[in-house]
């Protein structure tokens, strides 16, 4: 996996390299790949989704669930005299990191179980937004409009891979995972979640804290720790994120902090709860707590106040 981490580190290096040159890394084989250009005042991203098919995932007629991993960032690097990536980059870097993994994996005759499907965005040129206690680094378009494009009817439940360095939240160097969360209900850790976070770590799991303003639009206004389980206001699949952390507070736009090896776990974990969730081995939540919240205080996502798009 540490390959693949240093392949598209050194791919995504290069400013000029976007989402169309990234499909000429992935190997021949059974992949869709779909690109989306998306350009306005602020500047220009690529959005792109990889499905890679398994054996007996729904693009080949079976019924084994679809993971989905978005690779969130705001964006990869910012204008100016620091031009090399920005800590932000992290999600997008595990994200491809693991669909070049999974393509090369097919070459070796190793399928998964579910279809896996990759989404990021490749944002070369980023924009700075004011946010407690460091700047956000922010695509050209709102979250409103980007999150959408990220999320996919697809999904069966999602992990999003993505920065969070800049709080006191955690204060660990590694990754973390949060509760899960669905149609506005932060819920409780599933155990084969914290174990698998176990057996690829072999270190005792990480839960990072979240709360209801995370899984608020951020156009409402309210404080964001950082917006890994944004997705969840856009899809019905339950969401998890895996923010990549460290012990001391680090800038989202500050370059030379990316951690190879911190990435390569994150990776790493990814692909083993895709493996898992295909062959019925990983639950995200417990659907008991979420039908039980469900019927006790009815439906969460009006108060999210925020309609899909795109």
Not at 76 to 88: E, F, I, K
Request: glycine share 10%; proline share 8%; net charge negative.
């Amino acid at each position: 996996m540490l390959r693949e981490i240093l392949d598209v580190l050194e791919y995504l290096d290069d400013a000029r390299n976007a989402a169309d040159r990234f499909a000429g890394l992935l190997p021949d084989g059974a992949r869709k790949i779909e690109v989306t250009p998306f350009e306005s005042d602020l500047g220009k991203t690529d959005f792109i989704k990889i499905l890679i098919p398994g054996a007996t995932g729904k693009s080949a007629g079976g019924a084994a669930p679809t993971l989905g991993i978005i690779g969130s960032n705001g964006g990869l690097r910012l204008p100016g005299a620091y031009p090399g990536l920005a800590s932000d980059a992290d999600g997008c870097i595990v994200g491809l990191a693991c669909a070049l993994r999974l393509a090369r994996m097919r070459t070796r005759g190793q399928q998964l179980a579910g279809d896996v499907l990759i989404s990021t965005h490749i944002c070369q040129q980023a924009h700075p937004a004011p946010h407690d206690p460091f700047p956000f680094v922010m695509s050209p378009l709102p979250s409103s409009e980007k999150h959408p494009r990220l999320v996919d009817d697809r999904m069966d439940a999602i992990l999003t891979p993505e920065t969070c360095k800049g709080n006191k939240m955690v204060s660990h160097l590694g990754f973390a995972v949060t509760p899960p969360v669905r149609e506005g209900f932060i819920l409780r850790a599933h155990e084969t979640v914290l174990h698998i976070m176990e057996m690829v770590t072999g270190k005792a799991p990480v839960v990072f804290p979240i709360t209801m303003q995370d899984v608020t639009p951020y156009e409402l206004g309210v404080h964001h720790i950082c917006g890994m389980v944004l997705p969840s206001i856009f899809s019905t699949a339950p969401v998890i994120g895996v923010p990549l952390v460290t012990e001391i507070q680090t800038h989202p736009s500050a370059t030379g902090a990316q951690q190879p090896m911190v990435l390569e776990s994150a990776a790493r974990f990814c692909i083993e709860v895709a493996t898992a969730f295909g062959n019925g081995d990983c639950e995200f939540y417990y659907p008991g707590d979420f039908e039980g919240m469900l019927e006790s205080f009815g439906a969460m996502r009006g108060w999210q106040r925020i309609n899909k798009v795109g």
